[in-house]
Nanobody, 115 residues
Framework: QVQLVESGGGLVQPGGSLRLSCAAS????????MGWYRQAPGLERELVAL???????EYADSVKGRFTISRDNAKSTVYLQMNSLNAEDTAVYYC?????????WGRGTQVTVSS
């Protein structure tokens, strides 16, 4: 079993920054692909960013140039640095980890961008 615990969400003003963290524990061997999805009220869950076992990253068009995903393999932790936040970034952010054939999810952390 794998457990994922997100932290770092909260309320931030437009233009502000937040850094999300996701710590993985449990039955983990080696490095696994990880990433972040988000889901806003009334909308489908969407991929925000991912990072592969080799460190390659991909981003949703809506966050390119503003968000940065990174990982600390020694800590089995993935981060999402979010800058220049706007109201459209308001959502619950979910961390995931792929360990074939399974995908594990965290419980989510709320990010609210509002003045």
């Amino acid at each position: 079993q794998v457990q994922l615990v997100e932290s770092g969400g909260g309320l931030v003003q437009p233009g502000g920054s937040l850094r999300l963290s996701c710590a993985a524990s449990g039955n983990i061997f080696g490095v696994n692909p990880m990433g972040w999805y988000r889901q806003a009220p009334g909308l489908e869950r969407e991929l925000v960013a991912l990072i592969t076992t080799t460190g390659r990253t991909e981003y949703a068009d809506s966050v390119k140039g503003r968000f940065t995903i990174s990982r600390d393999n020694a800590k089995s932790t993935v981060y999402l640095q979010m800058n220049s936040l706007n109201a459209e970034d308001t959502a619950v952010y979910y961390c995931y980890l792929r360990k074939v054939p399974y995908t594990y999810w965290g419980r989510g952390t709320q990010v609210t961008v509002s003045s």
